[in-house]
């Protein structure tokens, strides 16, 4: 069974790494696809996006913008099934219905940058079968903790974990002075920890994240709250905080 793997960027080049091979992998960016290729070894080839041959699966690992397009464009190459790895599930689980009413369709969400895996894999099986079922458990197999959810729960749950962390770590980093670092308390470094690892990502898919979910004005408001926040009101809100 070949996967074909639209995408060779981080999680392009996760997924077709830690799936069973035969792997192809097609991106906009050909010179990329064929130094993932290069990279992932045997097994793993480079195809032109504008491929005619049919797989027995695709998986999108897509900018989130770009996935409606894409499940159009590669309904056709998938004889089986099709999954994501977009990170949003509300879009592609709609788009493959409506183009894929006839095969297996699953949509999963690693929950981690590539360079900390393995990890957590939000999964929405849509239309499972055993395609898909060989493609999870190859997931499962490399380490990672696959768990069963709905489109609603994941995009609701990704306006706190995703767009409303995001939104609290760079508002810190864009409000702290530069102090010594002599300075820092247990709070403190760990905070810029989290600055670190946020900003040592794609600024591109951060913003995809922001402009997908709510969750941005939440912390802001809440900040707000916070800033405004004066003697048992404050207290309260710490008492809050911590339920």
């Given amino acids: 069974m070949e996967l074909l793997v639209v995408g060779a ?6 997924i077709a790494q830690t799936v069973d091979r035969p792997v192809a992998l097609a991106d906009v960016d050909a010179a990329a696809a064929e130094r993932a290729a290069a990279d992932l070894g045997a097994g793993v080839r480079a195809v032109p996006t504008d491929t005619s ?11 989130v913008s770009a996935v409606d397009a894409a499940v159009e464009r590669y309904a056709p190459r998938a004889e089986r099934a099709m999954c994501d790895v977009t990170g949003v599930m509300a879009a592609p689980v709609t788009a493959m219905r409506a183009a894929l009413p006839d095969r297996e369709r699953v949509s999963m969400h690693p929950l ?30 490399a380490g990672n903790h696959t768990f069963e959810t709905t489109v609603e729960e994941h995009d609701a749950a990704m306006e706190t974990v995703q767009a409303g962390a995001h939104t609290a770590v760079l508002a810190y980093a864009l409000a702290a002075a530069d102090v010594r ?38 912390v802001a ?9 004066e003697g048992e009101t404050f207290e309260d809100l710490y008492r809050e905080a911590g339920e």
């Fill in 9 to 14: 960027g981080e999680m392009g080049r996760w």
């Fill in 53 to 63: 041959e049919t797989f027995a699966a695709v998986c999108l690992a897509v900018p």
């Fill in 112 to 141: 981690f940058a590539a360079s900390n895996a393995p990890g957590n894999v939000a999964v929405v099986a849509d239309s499972p079968g055993p395609v898909t079922d060989a493609i999870r458990a190859t997931v499962a197999a």
């Fill in 181 to 218: 670092e002599e300075f820092a308390t247990p709070v403190s470094a760990a905070m810029d920890d989290l600055v670190t690892a946020v900003t040592g990502g794609t600024p591109r898919v951060y913003r995809e994240i922001q402009e997908t979910f709510d969750g941005a004005d939440a």
């Fill in 221 to 229: 408001r809440a900040a707000r709250r916070v800033a405004d926040a």
